[in-house]
């Protein structure tokens, strides 16, 4: 069935430094990839998604990456400060389909 | 509008009852998505409104659960017979028509325990 894998499952950085969480997804079909970000006691925010006709995106410290034939797509967050400690989602969806498949997702924790 | 509203934000049940969730979203959003997390997981599909019609569930909806948005409006989550299985963060979510199935806004969910 449709399944997304993402790693790693928890991630430490010193403030500053780069962290870089990595997924990978079963179905071929699938032709969008939004990233969530979930603080304790919240519902999952959308921080930045990818389309399948673009490889990279960005929006300020935050990029994405997209490997259509490897079906790999990664965050990249540069510069982390202690406010981008939460849990990372990775998802991803097709066009026609009702539902979007969620990683397991990443703790990650910026120490400063 | 605030964005998507969940109630209640926490129940306490005992096993065998039967509770209700409430989702009101975004005003103008023509689809509503039902999900539930478990701790340390990603959210599961439950299930998909388009406007007032059901048009996609998951197998994980077993008989005991039913979902409704009888005006297209807000949508109601029904557990009868609660298992303590069933303990989870139940989330709603809320999107226009015109957009992929993924630029949904979820709501801060109902965190259910059953005793």
């Known amino acids: 069935g449709e399944n997304v894998e993402q790693h790693p499952s928890t991630l430490s950085v010193q403030e500053g430094d780069s962290a870089v969480i990595k997924c990978t997804y079963s179905?071929?079909?699938?032709?969008?990839f939004p990233w969530y970000k979930q603080e304790l006691g919240k519902g999952p925010q959308l921080i930045i998604d990818?389309?399948?006709?673009?490889g990279e995106k960005k929006d300020q410290r935050i990029a994405v990456t997209l490997n259509k034939t490897a079906k790999h797509f990664s965050l990249h967050i540069t510069e982390t400060q202690p406010e981008d400690s939460a849990v990372y989602f990775c998802?991803?969806?097709?066009?026609?389909?009702?539902?979007?498949?969620f990683g397991a997702g990443t703790r990650l924790f910026v120490k400063a | 509008d605030t964005g998507v509203s969940q109630d209640p934000r926490h129940k306490i049940t005992k096993r065998g009852q039967n509770v209700t969730f409430r989702c009101d979203p975004i005003?103008?959003?023509?689809?509503l998505y039902w999900y539930r997390q478990t701790l340390g997981q990603g959210p599961e599909f439950l299930t998909y409104?388009?406007?007032?019609?059901?048009?996609?569930k998951s197998r994980l909806l077993s008989d005991r659960f039913s979902a409704e948005r009888p005006k297209g409006s807000f949508s109601t989550l029904e557990i009868q017979r609660t298992e303590q299985g069933d303990s989870a963060m139940y989330l709603c979510?809320?999107?226009?028509?015109?957009?992929?199935?993924?630029?949904?806004?979820f709501g801060q969910g109902t965190r259910l325990t059953v005793v």
């Open positions: 979510a809320s999107s226009k028509l015109n957009t992929m199935e993924g630029e949904a806004f």
């Open positions: 179905d071929s079909a699938s032709n969008y």
């Open positions: 990818i389309r399948s006709n673009v």
């Open positions: 998802a991803a969806s097709r066009t026609g389909g009702f539902k979007t498949i």
């Open positions: 005003s103008e959003h023509n689809r």
């Open positions: 409104f388009q406007n007032e019609a059901q048009l996609e």
